[in-house]
């Protein structure tokens, strides 16, 4: 499989905290993106990086891509009780399909 | 903007009985793809369509069968549910033809196979 994994699977923290969380793939990838699902409803888009690219910014999300250890971070500043969600990476391998792993719950207690 | 839209949200079928996901997009994308999602399993492609009149196999098609029926609709079917298919089915759409861009998903539909 060229699922992604998410570590850790679960985490808890305080609100005004940062979350960081972890994402490993087994083979080259095109881009890879995260995704955020909130409890019962669809997955968004958070954000994408390129094979090519090595951080990104967006708000209080940073992600960061190392395509020779094959992962791939995403941080949340300043964490907040509406950011509790789970948090998907996906990758692009071959071209028109993503593949997702499988999630890290994220725990915001105010 | 309703974006990506399924129906039923719910449904209990049978063991052996047949249903009909249906899903619409109004954003003009080109790309559809149905998901499923398990516990503890991430989301795992079943089907999906790179343009209009194509579709193709993802990682776990057996069971299922899908109609492109035109730029905004795909759906998807089960001939003869069985308990393995008790899950939580995601439509999702992109713009990108080729290369697997931003994906805009649906509230998904809830299937429960008795």
């Known amino acids: 499989s060229q699922q992604g994994e998410e570590d850790p699977q679960a985490l808890s923290i305080q609100e005004g905290e940062n979350a960081t969380m972890n994402c490993s793939y087994k083979?080259?990838?095109?881009?890879l993106q995260w995704y955020r699902q909130n409890s019962g409803r669809g997955l968004v888009h958070l954000i994408l990086i390129r094979s090519n690219e090595r951080e990104k910014h967006s708000g209080r999300l940073r992600v960061t891509l190392d395509t020779s250890k094959k992962s791939s971070s995403l941080l949340i500043t300043a964490s907040r009780a509406a950011d509790t969600a789970s948090y998907f990476c996906a990758t692009d391998y071959a071209g028109n399909m993503l593949t997702f792993g499988g999630g890290t719950r994220l725990m915001v207690k105010p | 903007n309703a974006g990506v839209t399924q129906t039923p949200k719910f449904q209990v079928l049978k063991t052996g009985q047949s249903m009909t996901l249906q899903c619409a997009q109004d954003?003009?994308?080109?790309?559809m793809y149905w998901y499923r999602q398990d516990p503890g399993m991430g989301l795992r492609l079943i089907y999906y369509?790179?343009?209009?009149?194509?579709?193709d196999k993802g990682e776990v098609p057996n069971g299922y069968n899908v109609s492109r029926l035109n730029k905004r609709e795909f759906s998807l079917r089960l001939e003869s549910a069985a308990p393995s298919q008790t899950s939580v089915y995601f439509c999702?759409?992109?713009?990108?033809?080729?290369?697997?861009?931003?994906?805009?998903f649906g509230e998904g539909s809830r299937l429960t196979v008795l």
């Open positions: 369509s790179a343009s209009e009149g194509t579709t």
């Open positions: 083979t080259s990838i095109n881009n």
């Open positions: 954003m003009n994308h080109n790309s």
């Open positions: 999702a759409s992109s713009e990108r033809v080729q290369g697997a861009g931003e994906l805009f």
